[in-house]
């Protein structure tokens, strides 16, 4: 009796599945944590406007530079919102991840113990078979003395 291809097969598989699971994965994350640096930039970028905003207020100027500024802000704000709402899609594709990578581990794991198991039912037989073969031996040279 030999090993089963099959196992070691499907155990590769799921290996492969488990690893492009953890590379969604990082992917993820790593979209999470590019959308937060882009948000807290645009939070930045915001700040900066709205002190110079009131920095001009101090000054004359005229009323399209005051609606440029109120308009450009404002943008801003719609913008940081957007990246918000994105930053939201991004931890729920994350936490879509995280479940697939423990379904893949799952599996992983479930395919290495069958293999295990394959094997050690080989060896099992293995053992047996040479014990009937020792046991044999044993009888043939029993007789053959007798």
């Known amino acids: 009796m030999k090993p ?3 196992w070691p097969l499907l155990a590769k598989k799921a290996k492969e ?3 492009v699971a953890q590379a969604s994965l990082v ?3 790593e979209k999470v944590q590019q959308l937060n640096a882009s948000r807290d930039r645009m939070q930045t970028l915001y700040q900066d406007y709205l002190e110079k905003s009131k920095e001009a207020e101090k000054k004359s100027h005229s009323m399209a530079q005051t609606m440029n500024f109120r308009a450009f802000m404002q943008q801003i704000q719609m913008l940081i919102q957007r990246v918000e709402m994105d930053i939201q899609t991004a931890q729920g594709q994350v936490e879509n991840c995280k479940l697939a990578l423990q379904e893949a581990e799952l ?3 479930k395919m ?3 293999v295990e198991q394959d094997l ?3 060896r099992k037989f293995q053992r047996k078979r040479e014990q009937r073969e020792m046991d044999a031996a044993g009888i043939t040279l029993y ?3 007798a």
């Open 4 to 6: 089963r291809n099959v």
């Open 107 to 109: 599996k992983r794991v």
């Open 112 to 114: 290495d113990s069958l």
């Open 27 to 29: 992917k993820a994350r």
């Open 120 to 122: 050690a039912a080989v």
């Open 143 to 145: 007789n053959l003395k």
């Open 17 to 19: 599945k488990s690893d």
